[in-house]
């Protein structure tokens, strides 16, 4: 019987680990057969970037992008297959580009979301136009930024409303520090949002279609060290509310491939930081969680390319705000119907089934390649491309450890040398 190909692209920019990790994964697939008995194959190749007539057809059925979000090139070519050709991408290009950390704030107020107190701010340099005297003098409106920040109560964050990585973050105790961080903010747009003091727990949850890990996130700790290995660190209510929220918000933008901030203090669940659609994977960050996260990936490209999934680039809000907007409904009784909204768009059931009857081959194949020589051999690489000549053997053992433990966690004996 004939076969159906499904090719998956990649737009990377310097990431070698996980892609590469990914790429093995995929050409050890095999084949799969769908419900009707036919067979497809799903294979991987690197995009390349170059000029583009907007009438080419792409060869690509899905496309994980990883940077679009710098280079604009591709950006907008991926705006053009997902118009144009309905190619799969996991995280909707329009949302990605618009929906900015003040975004999702936004919509998870209205959905009544424990959002801290976030207040936007003009730039501190205006904008650089010629309309801008006129227009400022005009419509501008004086405004005092202590009293701002009084009304919020130190300490507080300033933060850009659009930002990642940390960039232009700041703790702010006073009115000196607030002043000085204004002053340094120059161009970038800020918030300036309450602190959620004396929490208990960070939790980051990595979501990748309908599979979320959340993760015990230490941010004091070098990049290495940041995610603990730990697994009872939420009440199960907790945890299931930090896993609505992140499947609700992914959801409702369309994010398929997304990490999520949310801090816990007691029962609480704050979310700080939910746009985040290029997520950190890095094998040196990841290390134990790496093998999950690759799985998962694998898993939901061929979800979406075996089964047809179709590209959702509409966005059903309404939907949501119809339960965000109701008074007769707790905050619970909320998340309870956005998750069956979530549940729904990213049809979780059915994931489940494809991934029991389709891709039941899938948990084996991972564990076999972490194994393997191949796999330890990419993390030598990984290691030595990331550290100082002195710090690679420290590091090596630190990862080959950690992974070691997720494979006899999973039934594997790790043979985690070269
Ligand atoms: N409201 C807040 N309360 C406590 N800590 C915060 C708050 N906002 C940010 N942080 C801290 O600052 C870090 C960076 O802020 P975040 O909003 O995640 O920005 P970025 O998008 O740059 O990651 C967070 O990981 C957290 O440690
Ligand atoms: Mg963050």
């Known amino acids: 019987m004939e076969e159906t190909k499904h090719l998956v692209g990649l737009l990377l920019g310097t990431e070698e680990d996980w892609s590469s990790a990914f790429e093995t994964l995929v050409s050890r697939l095999g084949p799969i057969k769908d419900a009707s008995g036919a067979t497809h194959r799903v294979s991987t190749e690197r995009i390349t970037i170059e000029p583009f007539d907007l009438r080419d057809k792409p060869r690509y059925d899905l496309v994980v992008d990883r940077l679009a979000y710098w280079y604009f090139l591709p950006r907008e070519w991926l705006k053009k297959v997902a118009l144009m050709d309905d190619v799969y991408l996991l995280n909707s290009p329009f949302t990605f580009q618009s929906m900015e950390k003040h975004a999702a704030y936004c919509a998870m107020l209205r959905l009544g979301l424990k959002v801290p107190q976030t207040v936007l701010v003009p730039h501190k340099n205006p904008p650089e136009n010629e309309r801008f005297a006129y227009t400022a003098a005009k419509y501008n409106q004086p405004f005092d930024l202590d009293a701002i920040a009084e009304r919020i109560g130190y300490p507080l964050f300033m933060k850009p409303y659009d930002g990642g990585q940390w960039i232009g973050v ?20 800020m918030h300036l949002q309450a602190s959620v003091e004396g929490y208990d727990v960070f939790a980051r949850s990595l979501s990748i279609g309908a599979e979320t890990m959340i993760m015990h996130f230490r941010p004091g700790e070098p990049m290495h060290d940041r995610y603990a290995v730990d697994h009872g660190f939420l009440t199960p209510d907790v945890g299931e509310e930090v896993l609505t929220i992140s499947r609700l918000i992914n959801a409702f933008f369309r994010w398929e491939f997304n990490s999520c901030e949310t801090l816990v203090r007691g029962t609480e669940a704050y979310p700080i930081d939910y746009a985040n659609a290029s997520p950190d994977v890095a094998l040196t960050s990841l290390h ?4 999950w996260a690759m799985s998962a990936l694998l898993k939901w490209c061929a979800f979406c390319v075996v089964t047809g999934r179709e590209p959702r680039l509409d966005l059903d809000t309404r939907r949501y705000f119809e339960i965000g907007d109701r008074d007769d409904l707790a905050y619970e009784e909320k998340l309870a119907a956005y998750r069956e909204l979530a549940d729904e768009y ?12 389709r891709l039941a081959h899938v948990d084996e194949l991972v564990l076999d390649w972490i194994i393997s020589a191949d796999f330890d051999r990419l993390l030598v690489r990984t290691v030595r491309s990331t550290y100082p000549a002195h710090e690679q053997e420290r590091f090596l053992g630190h990862f080959r450890g950690l992974i070691g433990q997720w494979v006899s966690e999973h039934g594997g004996t790790a043979t985690l040398s070269e």
């Open 170 to 189: 700041s703790h702010i105790r006073d009115s000196a520090e607030l002043h000085r961080a204004y002053d340094e903010s120059e161009e970038r747009m």
């Open 288 to 291: 134990y969680y790496f093998p």
């Open 346 to 357: 990213f049809e979780v059931d059915r994931y489940r089934e494809f991934c029991d009857s």
